[in-house]
């Protein structure tokens, strides 16, 4: 199945780029939401991959249906911890502590008492996740944090004069305003009315926000981009071929 290779790479690329702006510097808070942000779209688009991989699995897919609305949450959480340290490296902790405290009632509401998601129907051509009454949390809390990070970043390029930071704000609002758009059709909005067809496309759109704020972060000397990106492809590489031969049926297509 090709979605699952695709979601498969892009889960791999999500981690990559996450993986080697933390070691860069393990110290800067901008780094590190950033870095839990990548993180979380790897989880996200893995638990994607996982979800779509076997159609008829009704255990496979609700188990990893739970693991990656909760790792949609978290990814938003991390996004506007980023959107506040981000560039100053200055974020009120007490504030940070409320906003990932806001993840329990929904771990509490996806996996010990199940309210967001309560059953499973499986269509031909489609498998429709039933949300229950816990999903307008969950639906409006994702939202309120998009938004907030996204007025931050905005706020923050309107206030900076010009120069690298407001270029890099520039890059940031607009490569997470843009995918994040897409993503929120496609996995909010259309799963809301039960058609989850084309959900496994919502990675895809989200990779883009992981290489425009990587790049912001790594533009205009923050970090050698020539070796971080270097060692990315080195490290798709290897991970291309190693699929390669996993999927390989015989010798002869080695």
């Avoid at 009632?105 to 996740?129: H, Q, V």
């Avoid at 923050?156 to 890099?168: P, V």
């Avoid at 897409?182 to 895809?204: C, E, K, S, V």
């Avoid at 912001?216 to 990106?229: D, E, F, P, T």
Wanted: glycine share 4%; charged share 15%; proline share 4%.
């Amino acid at each position: 199945d090709y979605r699952v290779i695709i979601l498969l790479l892009i889960s791999i690329l999500n981690f990559l780029i996450g993986f080697f702006i933390l070691i860069k510097n393990k110290k800067k808070l901008s780094n590190i939401f950033y870095s839990l942000f990548a993180f979380g779209l790897s989880t996200w688009s893995f638990g994607m991959m996982m979800y779509v991989r076997n159609p008829l699995d009704l255990d496979r897919i609700w188990i990893w249906s739970l693991i990656l609305h909760f790792a949609f949450s978290f990814i938003a959480v991390n996004l506007l911890c980023f959107s506040l340290a981000f560039p100053t490296d200055k974020i009120n902790k007490l504030l940070a502590v409320v906003f990932y405290l806001s993840l329990v009632p929904i771990f509490l509401m996806l996996f010990i008492f199940p309210s967001i998601i309560i059953d499973i129907i499986i269509k031909p051509g489609n498998r429709i996740l039933v949300y229950g009454y816990g999903y307008i949390f969950y639906f409006i809390s994702f939202c309120v944090f998009m938004i907030c990070a996204l007025i931050i970043l905005l706020r923050k390029y309107l206030k900076n004069k010009e120069g690298e930071i407001k270029l890099q704000l520039k890059y940031i609002f607009w490569g997470i305003l843009i995918p994040s758009s897409f993503a929120l059709i496609i996995n909010i909005f259309l799963p809301a009315m039960q058609d989850f067809r084309i959900a496994w496309t919502g990675p895809i759109f989200l990779v883009f926000i992981v290489i425009f704020i990587g790049y912001a972060i790594l533009k205009h000397h923050l970090m050698n981009i020539k070796v971080i990106a270097t060692e990315i492809f080195s490290g798709l590489m290897v991970t291309v071929t190693t699929v390669d031969v996993l999927l390989s049926k015989s010798p002869q297509e080695l």
